[in-house]
């Protein structure tokens, strides 16, 4: 972590202290930390992609199967926004669908647009191909227009690992106080790096959170690969995979605003810039 990213997080590690959490257990913590970019419809960052708008893509991507979130410019990202080996330039176009499904079932897509590609526009409501009234009107409560990024920082917002066993879950490896730290986040985040509608990098959150939402879109893409459904090569050791993007839906359709989407990736095919191996998973409060 930077020594800028740290001085950011001084109003937590003070509240911290304060709560009688021990130093040695908060500095470990701290360590966990990692940039991210955080995409705000306000604000006076650089516009960086926005939500909605024509979609873009080249003459040999089919129609994705899931409808269009948002679109980002690769560079005007700010320099060092995340740690995620992102390409320089280009754009990424997300897509998904805000709703929980099977155990097998990506709910959207991720897709890369080099820079200087030819594209073309394509019918943004391709992906309802049976024209279901209901799910027009939940993508007409889709954000639309321009996204500004703040680079911020990020901690986790989970607290513990599943068991095979009895008890089924315990704190984080080497921090006990996992729970507590959590809670001092919560606490302290507005004043540190207020949540957004679209982050890119850094830890994913969610409206309930104990168990890592990066572990639990894990469970769904190792249940596909079990069921056929996903190809390999796979690894179910979640420290090979990244959070590439959240979005928390925040509509008024259907129950929906309790809905946040986790684009999630293995660390080695975002590296390689296979975007088709992200796989998205939806978590729905309704």
């Not at 996992?178 to 679209?198: F, H, M, Q």
Request: aromatic share 8%.
């Amino acid at each position: 972590m930077t020594p800028e990213l740290r001085d950011r997080l001084r109003p937590f590690r003070t509240e911290a202290i304060a709560r009688g959490i021990p130093a040695d257990d908060v500095e470990r913590w701290l360590d966990t930390a990692r940039p991210c970019a955080m995409l705000t419809r306000d604000g006076d960052g650089p516009v960086v992609g926005r939500f909605g708008g024509p979609l873009l893509l080249p003459a040999d991507v089919p129609d994705p199967a899931h409808p269009f979130v948002a679109s980002i410019d690769l560079a005007a990202l700010p320099a060092g926004a995340t740690d995620l080996p992102l390409p320089p330039e280009g754009h990424l176009l997300l897509f998904a669908f805000p709703e929980t499904a099977g155990h097998c079932e990506t709910m959207g897509s991720v897709v890369y647009v080099p820079a200087g590609t030819a594209v073309a526009e394509r019918d943004r409501h391709a992906w309802n191909s049976s024209g279901t009234d209901g799910c027009e009107r939940m993508f007409s409560g889709f954000p639309q227009g321009p996204l500004r990024a703040r680079a911020d920082v990020s901690l986790p917002c989970h607290c513990l690992v599943d068991l095979p066993r009895e008890p089924w879950a315990e704190p984080l490896p080497g921090h006990p106080r996992a729970e507590e730290l959590v809670e001092v986040w919560e606490s302290t985040r507005d004043d540190i790096a207020p949540d957004g509608p679209l982050q890119i990098g850094g830890y994913a959150s969610e409206e309930i959170t104990e168990i890592d939402p990066v572990d639990a879109a894990l469970f769904h893409v190792l249940e596909a690969v079990k069921e056929g459904e996903w190809g390999g090569p796979v690894s179910d050791d979640v420290s090979d995979w990244v959070l590439l993007a959240d979005w928390h839906a925040g509509m008024d359709v259907r129950g929906r605003e309790g809905a946040t989407a986790h684009w999630v990736i293995q660390r080695e095919d975002l590296a390689a810039r296979r975007f088709d191996r992200a796989f998205t998973h939806v978590f729905w409060n309704p």
